[in-house]
């Protein structure tokens, strides 16, 4: 599941339990749901973050002028 299939199946998770009207069964379903793709949203975003970090190491490595700006 990529990232942004997680994030939208979460905000929709979200958005149904806000509305209320569920039977505690289902909102414990739709929580545990929630759960998950928050987990998957957040293995997505760390993914993210250390290819950042290693992208912005190597342009610092390779000196320059440039080795100032991020991108």
């Known amino acids: 599941m990529s990232y942004e299939e997680a994030r939208d199946e979460l905000d929709s998770v979200v958005r149904r339990l806000e509305a209320g009207g569920l039977s505690l069964k289902e909102s414990l379903a739709l929580w545990e749901r929630g759960e998950h793709l928050a987990a998957t949203c957040e293995q997505w975003l760390e993914g993210a973050r250390a290819k950042l970090a ?18």
């Open 54 to 71: 290693v992208a912005i190491e190597e342009r610092g490595q390779g000196g320059g002028s440039d080795a100032e700006t991020p991108f």
